[in-house]
């Protein structure tokens, strides 16, 4: 009686063992199908950030395309962030064709200063002054101080991206009627 228990048993496991060998195809044609979608899904992304690239700079120099472009291939992140950027000032002030150029142009370039590895959520205050203060020249090679200038409307646009970066999805405060200034009725 106890060679049928363990005849039995071992017929139970080797039915278990064929239903787990059954399932591990199934469950890695299920894990493949997962990576395709992901893929998938990732793919699309990058087409749809492509479609809105060609979108923001049809107007632009080739190389302005180009460069975002780049930074999409290096920094996907930064390459998206910087297109929502450009489609808020688009939608919100309607800036003109040669204003879009030059912000696309400094986003760009202070992405490429740090390797395009670091996204803009993730640089501080001492990053922007880093790369802000590297744009600087002393007396004896800029006499015109025309770096100031440079250093200076630089960080305006920061300060004015930044500003939108994190904090847009709240409404301008700037469009907000106050209630202090309704009149009393």
């Not at 017929?11 to 469950?27: A, F, R, V, Y």
């Not at 919100?92 to 390797?115: A, P």
Request: proline content about 3%; some cysteine.
């Amino acid at each position: 009686m106890s060679s049928k228990k363990s005849l039995s048993y071992i017929n139970i496991e080797s039915d278990k063992n064929k239903k787990q060998q059954q399932q591990q195809p199934e469950l890695l044609q299920k894990d493949v199908r997962n990576v395709e979608l992901d893929n998938n899904i990732e793919n699309n992304g990058i087409t749809e950030l492509k479609r809105k690239i060609d979108t923001i700079t049809r107007y632009q120099k080739p190389y302005i395309s180009k460069m975002l472009h780049k930074l999409l291939l290096e920094n996907s992140i930064n390459a998206e962030i910087i297109c929502n950027y450009i489609v808020a000032e688009q939608n919100e002030i309607n800036i003109k064709e040669s204003t879009k150029e030059t912000k696309i142009k400094r986003l760009v370039n202070l992405s490429k200063f740090f390797d395009n590895k670091k996204s803009f959520y993730d640089m501080t205050k001492e990053d922007i002054l880093d790369y802000l203060n590297n744009l600087r020249k002393p007396s004896s090679v800029d006499p015109t101080h025309k770096s100031i200038g440079t250093w200076n409307a630089r960080q305006m646009l920061f300060l004015k991206f930044f500003r939108w970066l994190y904090n847009q999805n709240e409404s301008d405060i700037k469009k907000k009627v106050r209630y202090c200034i309704l009149p009393m009725i």
